[in-house]
């Protein structure tokens, strides 16, 4: 898992709990690189469980709640990090319908080893797209998190629902829908 996405995660955490919080779920966690992540670098994926677990322990949030909200945090910051990408889309639809054929093709341009989660769109329209997420990770609801942080992002209101196509999370078919 590339290292932006756990840098991104202790600052949500630090910006949300606070640094004495970051600090005790890096103890807590007992993982590998005890906290000392680089945008850039690469880390076992089960770091990042790790960290989400001890966090679900010390503030008393189940995981996928946790996910979801660094999915809404998450999207600022790449947008921050790489406002080329967004800068391209006039609105959130056509930006989520683009995350496999566009986004995640400009990712991998960055990111050569990125290890991305797949979407294929399944219907699309001005106002509703339906998609399956897949990936070995399950991380649906920080995907869930990003597609409401689009919206958010372009002042527009969204409605999404999802259907766990494998219990695990692995598999999931999402539903957008806006009344724009």
Same mark, same amino acid.
């Given at each position: 898992?590339?290292?932006?996405?756990?840098?991104?995660?202790?600052?949500?955490?630090?910006?949300?709990?606070?640094?004495?919080?970051?600090?005790?779920?890096?103890?807590?966690?007992?993982?590998?690189?005890?906290?000392?992540?680089?945008?850039?670098?690469?880390?076992?994926?089960?770091?990042?469980?790790?960290?989400?677990?001890? #966090?679900?322990?010390?503030?008393? %949030?189940? =995981?996928?709640?946790?996910?979801? !909200?660094? /999915? &809404? *945090?998450?999207?600022?910051?790449?947008?921050?990090?790489?406002?080329?990408?967004?800068?391209?889309?006039?609105?959130?639809?056509?930006?989520?319908?683009?995350?496999?054929?566009?986004?995640?093709?400009?990712?991998?341009?960055?990111?050569?080893?990125?290890?991305?989660?797949?979407?294929?769109? #399944?219907?699309?329209?001005?106002? %509703?797209? =339906?998609?399956?997420?897949?990936? !070995?990770? /399950? &991380? *649906?609801?920080?995907?869930?998190?990003?597609?409401?942080?689009?919206?958010?992002?372009?002042?527009?209101?969204?409605?999404?629902?999802?259907?766990?196509?494998?219990?695990?999370?692995?598999?999931?078919?999402?539903?957008?829908?806006?009344?724009?």
């Amino acid at each position: 898992m590339k290292g932006i996405i756990f840098t991104e995660f202790l600052d949500m955490v630090e910006a949300q709990y606070g640094l004495a919080v970051v600090d005790e779920i890096i103890t807590n966690s007992k993982t590998l690189h005890h906290g000392a992540y680089t945008s850039v670098g690469t880390y076992d994926f089960n770091e990042m469980v790790s960290l989400l677990v001890a #966090l679900g322990e010390v503030v008393s %949030k189940d =995981i996928q709640d946790l996910l979801y !909200t660094f /999915g &809404l *945090y998450l999207f600022k910051s790449l947008d921050e990090a790489h406002p080329e990408i967004v800068r391209n889309y006039t609105s959130p639809m056509p930006l989520i319908a683009a995350i496999e054929d566009h986004i995640h093709v400009h990712v991998k341009k960055l990111y050569p080893d990125a290890d991305l989660p797949s979407f294929l769109v #399944l219907e699309k329209s001005k106002n %509703k797209l =339906i998609l399956v997420y897949r990936s !070995t990770r /399950g &991380l *649906y609801s920080l995907a869930h998190g990003l597609i409401v942080s689009a919206f958010s992002h372009y002042g527009q209101e969204v409605h999404v629902s999802f259907d766990l196509l494998e219990t695990d999370g692995t598999k999931v078919k999402f539903i957008v829908e806006t009344h724009v």
